[in-house]
């Protein structure tokens, strides 16, 4: 199964994901900390974007932001034409829902439901496609992702690599224009890591477009740009 081929709505540069003096501060006991220093960053269609830098840089905050499940403090962030920074937190994951697919280090699969039904979660959340034929798209999901003989299984059934790859095909389900994944390869031996960075590399040539975390030096020189952060500011790649 191809992704799609519609071209995602861009914004008023021409990027997929634009993010404008974006600053986030958190409250701790020892006082304020700020994470994100005025970040400007844009993103373009079928780009593949890797984020490196040591902990407490900034890495998943930023894709947080990215993905709305966290709020900036301040700066604007545009994602396919949708004012992000605008959203209230229940319209936020109204709008994830149908476009940004998000992968976790963890797998974050539901334990007690199988690899098929996983999948189509998302799909009856947000309502999309008719009942059967959510259930035709999670099996092309699982087979492009190379996983769909074991459909009907647990997640308890299967190795840890082919978790992820469920787990991708679970963030593809509504067909959205860009992915976000956080150490999705973090958990993973090196062989197994591959596999994983081949689903990535293919969606992107079917047009998708990624931001993903890793502090994998590998993962990072494939990618079609990186950029590193230091203490909440864009230090390198640009």
Same mark, same amino acid.
């Given at each position: 199964?191809?992704?799609?081929?519609?071209?995602?709505?861009?914004?008023?540069?021409?990027?997929?994901?634009?993010?404008?003096?974006?600053?986030?501060?958190?409250?701790?006991?020892?006082?304020?900390?700020?994470?994100?220093?005025?970040?400007?960053?844009?993103?373009?269609?079928?780009?593949?974007l890797?984020?490196?830098?040591?902990?407490?840089?900034?890495?998943?905050?930023?894709?947080?932001?990215?993905?709305?499940?966290?709020? *900036?403090?301040?700066?604007?962030?545009? /994602?396919a034409?949708? !004012?992000v920074?605008? =959203?209230?937190?229940?319209? #936020? $994951?109204?709008?994830?829902?149908?476009?940004?697919?998000?992968?976790?280090q963890?797998?974050?699969?539901?334990?007690?439901?199988?690899?098929?039904?996983?999948?189509?979660?998302?799909?009856?959340?947000?309502?999309?496609?008719?009942?059967?034929?959510?259930?035709?798209?999670?099996?092309?999901?699982?087979?492009?992702?190379?996983?769909?003989?074991?459909?009907?299984?647990?997640?308890?059934?299967?190795?840890?690599?082919?978790?992820?790859?469920?787990?991708?095909?679970?963030?593809m *389900?509504?067909?959205?224009?860009?992915? /976000?994944?956080?150490? !999705?390869?973090?958990? =993973?031996?090196?062989?197994? #890591? $591959?596999?994983?960075?081949?689903?990535?590399?293919?969606?992107?040539?079917?047009?998708?477009?990624?931001?993903?975390?890793t502090?994998?030096?590998?993962?990072?020189?494939?990618?079609?740009?990186?950029?590193?952060?230091?203490?909440?500011?864009?230090?390198?790649?640009?």
């Amino acid at each position: 199964m191809r992704a799609s081929t519609t071209p995602a709505q861009t914004t008023a540069t021409g990027s997929l994901v634009d993010l404008h003096q974006v600053v986030k501060r958190y409250d701790s006991l020892s006082g304020p900390v700020v994470a994100l220093k005025g970040i400007d960053l844009h993103v373009q269609a079928a780009e593949f974007l890797v984020v490196t830098g040591k902990s407490g840089s900034g890495k998943t905050t930023l894709v947080n932001m990215i993905a709305g499940l966290d709020r *900036a403090t301040a700066g604007e962030i545009w /994602v396919a034409g949708t !004012p992000v920074h605008r =959203l209230s937190q229940n319209r #936020a $994951a109204a709008w994830r829902g149908r476009a940004v697919g998000v992968v976790f280090q963890g797998f974050e699969l539901m334990p007690t439901l199988t690899l098929l039904q996983n999948v189509r979660l998302p799909m009856d959340f947000a309502g999309r496609y008719g009942i059967r034929q959510r259930r035709h798209r999670a099996l092309e999901l699982l087979d492009q992702v190379g996983i769909a003989g074991h459909a009907h299984k647990l997640p308890s059934a299967i190795s840890g690599g082919q978790q992820q790859r469920v787990a991708i095909a679970r963030a593809m *389900a509504n067909d959205p224009p860009l992915l /976000v994944a956080d150490e !999705p390869t973090g958990s =993973l031996d090196s062989h197994t #890591a $591959a596999g994983v960075l081949a689903v990535f590399q293919n969606l992107v040539s079917q047009g998708k477009t990624i931001v993903l975390v890793t502090h994998d030096a590998d993962l990072a020189r494939r990618a079609t740009r990186m950029i590193r952060l230091h203490d909440g500011e864009i230090v390198g790649g640009g």
